[in-house]
């Protein structure tokens, strides 16, 4: 039932691309605006952390462990923010035990750009409030 679902989400956002003659691929913040006539593009948006998100920070956890000079044996990502603009900007809280918190920029291109991975910066120790990008990068 789920697939189904996002099989249709997938074919009314091709209409709509279609339809507004907008390419999403090639502009994103565009296609966003006018298919829901909200503004997305720039704003960060507060998530749970999904299998995408967590796979992703696994990725780049040694990036993570190199840039603070520390081994985490504790590791769980708690929440995610993430803003697009000229890839997509994750933001992840990650409780690595006690009552301390990793938090990490985590840029990835697009797909037509390579989709490669990085970590631009990365605060530790911090605790684990609740939080906004803003305040911390």
Not at 2 to 20: K, M, Q, W, Y
Not at 60 to 77: C, M, Q, S, Y
Not at 82 to 104: D, L, P, S
Request: hydrophobic fraction near 40%.
């Amino acid at each position: 039932m789920p697939t189904t679902v996002l099989g249709l989400l997938g074919v009314l956002l091709c209409a709509l691309a279609v339809t507004s003659q907008v390419t999403p691929q090639k502009d994103l913040k565009r296609f966003f605006t006018e298919t829901t006539g909200e503004s997305v593009a720039g704003e960060w948006s507060p998530l749970i952390v999904t299998e995408d998100v967590e796979k992703i920070l696994y990725e780049v956890k040694p990036d993570i462990e190199k840039a603070v000079g520390t081994h985490f044996h504790v590791f769980i990502p708690i929440s995610h923010r993430f803003q697009i603009e000229e890839g997509i900007n994750y933001v992840v809280m990650v409780y690595t035990g006690g009552n301390t918190c990793v938090y990490a920029m985590i840029s990835q291109a697009f797909p037509w750009h390579g989709g490669e991975l990085s970590v631009p910066e990365v605060l530790y120790p911090e605790p684990c409030i609740d939080w906004s990008p803003s305040q911390h990068f």
